[in-house]
């Protein structure tokens, strides 16, 4: 199970903080400065992969980091998963981020935070992988992008307006948007009962 | 891909010019959210941010209290309000207005209402009873979003009451037409079986029918579940076998949509995923581990290794292979993998082959061999992890042969990361597993600092959670040890024993009855093959735990035993010594209770480095005629100078002995302190001489325990004991340039033994001389008379003038004399410094006296001292410039003319190097040195004015120095010719 996903900068600036268990608001503080104060005395030409400070749960606990430019992705796992698999997560995570932001850079992340977490909700749900093919996730948040736009023709209009517009509780956006078929028939992989 | 990721992310530093970039045009830099990045980018300090957040909050809580804020608004300033918590700042009152949105908002603004949520509040917040509706609704709605937005909260955190309320409703989503909904809807349920596992037990069946999805997502899904499963029951879900099998090797063949493949790899996390569980199936059981051999073989054979996670496929499968019943074909094609992962250039894979590495070794230890070199190469790797992983290794096939080696590399690696708490946490649990086996196999070959490094490495570090739970670890084996067969461990591996059980068996007193620990020590010295430097470590140890009354009893048994007439024929005076201590505190609460404080254990100790706690005692012993310090080297001098019998043997053992005895002495109050004072050693000390030589060894002995013990003497004295008492005897005539041997620093907390006993000989090596006066100690119930003190030198009398007088108070003193206890208090002991001055220079002087004192009762006895100061002790540099020395030199009658040999020196005129030597031990002033030719000046301490003067003046003369000397003095330039020659045949 996946416990923490973090995201900072070269600074130890928080970019990004998913926690799946549940810390106190200073313990969540002091695991993102404790994982940073790690991550970053690693050299560029060390292992990946780290034993978990003591506040995520010692031992037991793995840090696997990448680091792309001014940001280090950190994910927190414990012995259930496997490193390599999580590493190569990593990098799903970062390539759709980048298809999704057409050329992701740290700026995205910051303005866009939400986003960010919807793209990482597809992928991983209560610290479980859900879906690591990139492709899959993008069809998914391209579903919702779809009502953004929709809903960004009314937040074209001046602020008094839409005001205005909520208040006359107009008829609202789109129901039922078509998120694509997306199941994929497997048809003779299921022969067992 | 990830080429082009770095890229565009390295273009950051144009950070603020936000619209210049792609991804940056969608920003509108005038909102609010890119007002707050911009304020918080441009500061610089951590106390503005705090500044700017603190405003920033002021102003969310303002608008989100406004009614007239619409939820599109709300929206905006929730992702404020999650940027200011990521940060680390409390939003609260935002919660409540982030489950409004969730309730109230269109889609996405409900979505962000949702996520706020999940980011700010936790399962046992109250306010989440407020969305349990909501979820509800969401959940039935007909918006596939919406669902999916509350099945992503629900698993994220749900009250454990509400999940009856909605659980219906999530098992129905289990068979919705779409795919992604019945994924999510799985694994909310996993979730659910994992916060509640008794709500969901009846819907086991149907985690079966998603696993039997036709949709190969969903059935992913469901392994997390079966994963969970298996692992905590793998004999119900043995049917299971036979699908896991055919699952895995449909994906290993390439049955899924290529949709699922990545890098070309087929469904690589799926695969990770399946092994997993086969690995818990087939544990430990033949006829399952057979179901799955061959496709465990055809996983193997099919991942390639040409990407990353191919390797992920291969370390799974490897550990698998290792997991289940072993086949050894298969088991060698995976030591082969290992082997390709270990040897790998790739860092990450060099970490997974050791971490493999370390898993198959504990079925067979061989596998580590054909590896032997990377891994040494691996123990030197610049990566710390790597180091670490190659010691988890190391420990697991440790043995008799190597453990002593590995012993070693571990503490070696300790003590460069002592940084790192969790290496030491993990190193020391792997030392503490191992010494155990060193201790009982290598025993008592091996050499001393291994176990003094096992104590320190017990000893030190901060006093927190682990390093208690390691203390309580060694002291819970040591315990069961002693209470198996003791006979075969060996001696050293005892003293251990003992130490530990000593200092930390506090640490289990709860949950044992306190007399436990007592009682097999106990047993310990009741056994024959005990030795007696064992039985002293135990008496220690008795002596630390002696706090309960149960101990207590059980020690006065002991000593009782000990004293009788069985052991007190003993000759080993140091445990009969103990034996007594022990007695003591055992009969004495008010003692024990300052002796051995409960809270003591932790404080560090601070040993007075100075001894500055001595400076009472010195000035008595300077004011009885005692002789200043001298190092060991200026003793040799003098007795070759004064052509008296040879000391030396015992040189060693000298210092040792005194010490010991003069610590017998303070705590059993034994000896004679007829003893301790040593008169000069040429003539009525022949025999004492004698007596410590025969005993050396056992001395010796009495020494190391003394201090080897951890704090032993140090513990007594924060007790409010006397110092230790030992003269160390600084004078005023001593030589500059040399402080005693007392450069240790402080030592620093509990470091046992050797530091010590480097210490200990130290600090003892001053009482070896022949002629240094030893009056070292005044047990307070020794007067000291200073009955006259007379100059014995033949040919120079001089008369001593006593001219200042100092009294010191000293401390309540608490002696423990031999029975019956007797403690003093507040009795204060004058100190007497006396400084002699003499009235005619002199180039040797010899310093006799008598001292007599009297105890209470006693007959007056007496002491006789001498000692012999040379003339290296009265030599000053000079400072003249060159003119005056020319003055000088011309009105001064007696003279000397003399060749010395010259110091010849690689990188040194031979003249300057035979100057530089003289100045270094004689203290000489070098005027001038022109040509060949060298003038130096030097004077005497005493005499009128600044001090008789001595001239040389030197040339060089061929391989010669030829030297004239000039003084007032008449027999200085003898004396100092005759030392310069000294000085110069050491060089």
């Known amino acids: 199970m996946i416990k923490a996903i973090l995201i900072f900068n070269n600074h130890g600036k928080p970019r990004l903080s998913k926690f799946y268990e549940h810390y106190s608001e200073d313990t969540e503080q002091q695991i993102i400065r404790e994982t940073f104060h790690l991550v970053s005395k690693r050299d560029e030409n060390v292992c990946n992969f780290l034993e978990g400070g003591m506040l995520i749960g010692g031992s037991e606990n793995k840090l696997i980091c990448r680091h792309y430019a001014t940001l280090y992705f950190v994910f927190c796992v414990d012995s259930s998963e496997s490193e390599l698999g999580i590493l190569d997560l990593i990098q799903v995570f970062v390539e759709t981020l980048d298809k999704c932001f057409e050329n992701v850079c740290e700026l995205d992340l910051i303005f866009h935070v939400d986003k960010v977490h919807n793209i990482l909700a597809e992928m991983v749900m209560g610290g479980m992988v859900l879906e690591t093919n990139m492709n899959e996730i993008i069809t998914q948040v391209d579903a919702q992008n779809k009502m953004e736009k929709s ?41 067992f009962k | 891909m990830s080429d082009v990721v770095e890229k565009t992310l390295s273009a950051l530093p144009s950070l603020l010019s936000l619209d210049s970039q792609a991804g940056a045009g969608k920003l509108s830099p005038s909102s609010k959210l890119g007002n707050l990045i911009k304020g918080i980018t441009e500061l610089t300090s951590k106390h503005e941010e705090e500044k700017l957040i603190k405003k920033e909050l002021e102003s969310i809580k303002e608008q989100v209290a406004s009614p007239n804020t619409t939820m599109r608004q709300m929206k905006e300033i929730m992702v404020r309000a999650i940027y200011c918590e990521m940060l680390g700042y409390q939003a609260s009152f935002s919660y409540i207005h982030a489950i409004k949105l969730a309730q109230q908002g269109s889609v996405l603004e409900k979505r962000v209402g949702y996520l706020a949520v999940s980011l700010f509040l936790n399962e046992t917040d109250e306010f989440l009873l407020l969305l349990v509706n909501t979820v509800l609704k969401d959940l039935q709605s007909t918006n596939l979003i919406e669902v999916c937005m509350a099945l992503t909260v629900v698993s994220q955190m749900f009250p454990k009451d509400m999940i009856p309320a909605i ?19 799985v694994l909310a349920l996993y979730k659910f079986y994992l916060i509640a596992p008794n709500q969901v037990q009846h819907i086991h069946s149907k985690f079966r029918k998603a696993l039997c999805d036709k949709d190969p997502g969903v059935m992913t899904a469901s392994l997390h579940i079966y994963l969970q499963l298996i692992k905590e029951n793998p004999e119900s879900y043995k049917d299971l076998t036979g699908s896991m099998v055919t699952i895995l090797r449909q994906v290993v063949g390439g049955k899924l949509p290529l949709d699922f493949n990545y890098h070309s790899v087929p469904a690589p996390w799926l695969q990770i995923q399946l092994l997993r569980i086969l690995a818990y199936l087939g544990k430990e059981d033949q006829g399952t581990s057979e179901m799955m051999y061959d496709v465990l073989e055809e996983s193997l ?26 086949k050894s074909q298969l088991l060698e094609k995976a030591a082969e993998c290992i082997g390709n992962f270990v040897l790998s250039p790739k860092i990450n894979l060099k970490y997974l082959g050791l971490k493999a590495l370390t898993y198959v070794v504990q079925q067979d230890a061989n596998l580590a061999l054909p590896h032997q070199m990377t891994i040494i190469e691996c123990l030197d790797h610049s990566d710390v992890i790597i180091k670490r992983e190659t010691l988890e290794l190391l420990f697991r096939i440790t043995n008799a042969q190597n453990v002593t080696v590995i012993v070693e590399k571990m503490l070696e690696f300790l003590r460069l990361t002592c940084d790192d708490y969790s290496t030491i946490d993990l190193v020391g649990k792997v030392a503490e597993l191992t010494m155990n086996s060193v201790f009982s196999l290598g025993g008592d070959v091996m050499q001393p600092d291994i176990p003094n490094n096992f104590l320190r490495l017990l000893a030190e570090g901060v006093d927190n959670v682990e390093d208690r739970q390691l203390r309580l670890f060694a002291v819970d084996s040591y315990v069961s040890l002693l209470q198996g067969v003791t006979a075969k461990l060996p001696q050293r591996f005892l003293q251990v024993i003992s130490w530990v059980l000593g200092e930390y068996s506090y640490l289990r007193e709860e949950e044992s009855d306190p007399g436990s620990v007592m009682r097999l020590l106990a047993r310990l010295l009741d056994q024959r093959h005990t030795s007696t430097e064992t039985r002293s470590w135990v008496l220690g140890a008795m002596t630390k735990l002696c706090s309960s009354p149960v101990s207590v009893a059980l020690a006065r048994d002991v000593c009782e035993r000990y004293l009788s007439s069985l052991y007190s024929g003993s000759l080993n005076t140091v445990l009969r010594q103990k034996a007594q201590e022990l007695m003591i505190l055992s009969q004495d609460t008010k003692l024990r209770a300052r002796v051995l404080p409960a809270e003591g254990r932790l404080e560090s100790l601070e040993v007075d480095s100075s001894l500055s706690f001595l400076d009472g005692y010195v000035s008595e ?130 470091e046992p033994d050797q530091e010590k006993r480097q210490l200990a000989s130290s600090l003892f090596v001053g009482l070896g001389s022949h002629n240094s006066v030893c009056l070292v100690r005044l047990p307070s119930t020794v007067w000291l008379f ?84 040379s003339l290296k002790h009265f030599l000053r540099p000079l400072t003249v410039s060159t003119g005056d020395y020319g003055k000088m030199w011309l009105s001064f009658s007696h003279d000397l003319k003399q060749n010395l040999r010259l110091v010849t020196t690689e990188h040194q005129e031979p003249l300057t190097a035979t ?73």
């Open chain 1, 151 to 191: 809903e960004a023709g009314i937040a074209g209009a001046p602020a008094r307006a839409v005001s205005a517009v909520k208040n006359m509780n107009l008829p609202e956006m789109p129901r039922n948007i078509n998120i694509g078929d997306i199941s994929i028939k497997v048809p003779n992989l299921l022969s």
């Open chain 2, 167 to 185: 659980l219906p409703v999530v098992e129905e989503k289990l068979t919705h037409p779409k795919e992604i909904i019945r994924r999510k809807a």
């Open chain 2, 301 to 326: 054979r099919r991942a390639e290794m040409n990407h990353n996670i191919t390797y992920a496929i291969l370390f799974e499968c490897v550990k698998t292979i290792y997991t289940v019943h072993p």
């Open chain 2, 621 to 750: 012993a300077l004011a009885a005629g005692a002789a200043p310090y001298k190092s060991p080297h200026q003793r040799q001098e003098d007795l070759v100078q004064e052509k008296a019998l040879s000391l030396e043997p015992y040189g060693l053992s000298l210092p040792v002995s005194l010490s010991s005895c003069s610590i017998t002495d303070r705590l059993t109050d034994r000896r004679s302190p007829t003893l301790l004072s040593m008169s000069s050693g040429l003539s009525g000390n022949s025999t004492e001489l004698s007596h410590q030589e025969g005993s050396t060894t056992l001395k010796l002995e009495g020494v190391k325990r003394v201090w080897g013990k951890d704090g032993y003497l140090a513990q007594q004295q924060s007790a409010g004991e006397t110092p230790t008492p030992l003269v160390e005897l600084p004078n005023p005539l001593l030589s500059p340039q040399s402080p005693p041997s007392q450069t240790q620093k402080p030592s620093s907390g509990l």
């Open chain 2, 786 to 869: 200073i009955k006259h003190c007379q100059s014995a030198n033949q040919s120079h009398v001089f008369k001593a003038l006593f001219k200042r007088f100092y009294i010191n108070s000293c401390q309540s003193i608490s002696c423990i004399s031999g029975s019956p206890l007797k403690e003093v208090k507040g009795h204060s002991v004058s100190v007497c410094l006396h400084t002699v001055v003499m009235k005619r220079a002199s180039v040797q002087v010899e310093l006799a006296g008598l001292l007599s004192y009297q105890r209470p009762l006693g007959q007056p006895q007496a002491a006789q001292f001498s000692l012999s100061l």
């Open chain 2, 915 to 987: 100057l530089d030597a003289l100045k270094g031990k004689l203290h000489l002033h070098v005027v001038d040195i022109i040509g060949s030719e060298g003038i130096v000046a030097c004077r005497l301490l005493q005499g009128p004015g600044q001090g008789q003067p001595c001239l040389l003046h030197c040339r060089v003369n061929a391989d010669s120095l030829a030297v004239w000397l000039r003084s007032p003095v008449p027999e200085l330039p003898d004396s100092l010719l005759y030392h310069c020659q000294k000085a110069l045949t050491e060089t």
